[in-house]
C-alpha cells in the first residue's frame, strides 16, 4: 500500500523535500513508516527516531496503524502562537 | 467557527469580536499573541510563520469543540497568522464569548494553552542581520 508523507519547516529543509509516496506492506503502523523513511531515503537518517506525527491532519501515536491512501505528515517540535 | 482559521493578513480583532456579539453572551476574553523582541530573544525583528495550514483549521475546530463542551453556551473565533510577522505584530487571537466573564476567561485560556500544545505551526526567526533561525516553543 501507499501512504503520502508530508515534511515540514526543519524536516523539509533535512530532507530537501515537503512531499514523498512510501510504500508499506500491511499491515503497517506510523513505526514502520518512519522506519523505512530513516533507512531508505537519502537523507532519512536526519529524521529524529521518534518524530511527531499527524496522520490525515490528527495527532497519532506511533502505534496507529496505517491504511492505503493515508496522509502522514512529520511535525517537527510546534511553535505555535 | 467561521472565516479562515490561518490568514496571511493582519488580524482584524475588530471583525472577529462583531462575529461574535450575541445579546445571551454578556462576556468576551480576548488572547492575543504578538511577535516578542525582548531582551532575552535576541535582534529578532519578525517571524516567518509555516504551518500544515489544512491541519490547523481542524485541531482548532478540535480544540474549541472541547471547549464549548466543557463550557456551555460559549463561542469561539480564532486566528493564526502564516507568513512573515513583524515584530509587536499579533501572530494568534482567541476570542471567547460566554455569559458570564468566569467562563469567558477559562475557556479563553483553555483554548490558547492547547493551541500552543497541538497547533501544526513553526517558526523561523528573522534576525536585524537579515539571517534566519528555526525557533522551538
Known amino acids: ?81 | 467557527m467561521s472565516g479562515d482559521v490561518v490568514t496571511r493578513d493582519p488580524i482584524d480583532v475588530g471583525a472577529l469580536l462583531a462575529e461574535l456579539r450575541d445579546d445571551g453572551r454578556g462576556a468576551t476574553a480576548v488572547f492575543l499573541g504578538s511577535v516578542r523582541s525582548g531582551p532575552d530573544d535576541g535582534p529578532v525583528t519578525a517571524i516567518e510563520y509555516s504551518a500544515y495550514e489544512a491541519m490547523v483549521g481542524e485541531e482548532f475546530g478540535r480544540i474549541v469543540a472541547e471547549a464549548a463542551g466543557r463550557w456551555p453556551g460559549t463561542a469561539y473565533r480564532v486566528r493564526h497568522r502564516v507568513g512573515r510577522v513583524s515584530a509587536g505584530d499579533p501572530s494568534i487571537a482567541v476570542a471567547a464569548s460566554a455569559p458570564h466573564r468566569a467562563e469567558a476567561f477559562e475557556a479563553c485560556r483553555y483554548v490558547i494553552e492547547e493551541a500552543k500544545q497541538r497547533l501544526p505551526v513553526w517558526k523561523r526567526e528573522i534576525l536585524a542581520d537579515g539571517t534566519t533561525r528555526w525557533r522551538e516553543g
Open chain 1, 1 to 81: 500500500m501507499a501512504v503520502s508523507c508530508l515534511l515540514f519547516g526543519r524536516y523539509a529543509e533535512l530532507l530537501g523535500t515537503a512531499q514523498l509516496e512510501l510504500e508499506l506492506g500491511q499491515p503497517a503502523t506510523v513505526a514502520d513508516a518512519v522506519e523505512r523513511l530513516r533507512g531508505t531515503h537519502p537523507h532519512g537518517d536526519r529524521l529524529p527516531p521518534s518524530p511527531l506525527v499527524a496522520v490525515n491532519r490528527e495527532h497519532v501515536g506511533h502505534d496507529r496503524v496505517l491504511a492505503h491512501g493515508d496522509e502522514l505528515a512529520f511535525l517537527p517540535p510546534l511553535a505555535g502562537g
